[in-house]
């Protein structure tokens, strides 16, 4: 996935009535992406990725989604 917001990330599962996960870790694997790994949510089918769209929280956009544990992101990576 391709995105220019900040580096600062949420995970929140995709059913709208189960806890957010738990034990989020991000781990840069080269300058422009990082891993996400958390923790599974009991009965989640899958996992809404969002990373905050201003430099120190607020509002959050989505920038993906997926249904394991993990998701790469390409932070600050323009497609051109």
Known sequence: QVSAFSSEVTVSPVAV???APANVVVTA???SR?????AA??????YAVQRATGA???EFAQIG???GTTYVDSVGVVAG
């Open 17 to 19: 009535a189960l806890a």
């Open 29 to 31: 694997l080269s300058p």
């Open 34 to 38: 990082n891993q996400i790994a958390f």
């Open 41 to 46: 949510v009991a009965n989640a089918q899958g």
């Open 56 to 58: 120190s929280g607020g």
């Open 65 to 67: 989604t997926t249904t």
